[in-house]
């Protein structure tokens, strides 16, 4: 993020920016068991390779994990948008004499639509690819 001096405004916004840290580092731990999860699958049926990253299919019984996964990535989409608010607030008090509060607000507000958009996106695309599945079978 940014530099931003120690000082009222940042004693506000400490404790809540810690929390979703913590949280952040909690949903990337999922998401690193999914798809660890996925790949283990995929090696075991034959179909990819030790050194594989990524996964290109999209298997049916990858939705299971998938959904388990989605609220908790969600509830985290919208704590950036709260972030975002209340540096919004904050940087509209009487006493906020930093620029780094409302820059901050700004970057919690970019990561929030980038992050919530494309998710969105990704499950649109992945039930439309299984909708097209069943259509052909």
């Not at 993020?1 to 929390?19: A, E, G, H, I, V």
């Not at 990337?28 to 996925?38: E, P, V, W």
Request: proline content about 2%; charged content about 15%.
């Amino acid at each position: 993020m940014l530099t931003w001096p120690d000082s009222k405004m940042y004693q506000l916004f400490r404790n809540q920016f810690l929390s979703f840290s913590m949280y952040q580092s909690f949903v990337q731990f999922l998401q690193y068991y999914y798809q660890s999860g996925c790949l283990y699958r995929l090696r075991a049926l034959g179909e990819r390779h030790n050194m594989d990253l990524t996964v290109e299919g999209f298997q049916s019984w990858m939705w299971r994990g998938l959904t388990f996964l989605l609220p908790f990535l969600f509830f985290g989409h919208f704590w950036q948008l709260y972030n975002a608010i209340t540096l919004f607030k904050l940087s509209d008090h009487p006493e906020c004499k930093e620029w780094q509060v409302s820059m901050c607000g700004i970057t919690f507000l970019i990561l929030f639509l980038g992050n919530f958009l494309t998710t969105v996106r990704v499950i649109y695309q992945k039930q439309k690819q299984r909708e097209n599945k069943n259509k052909q079978l």
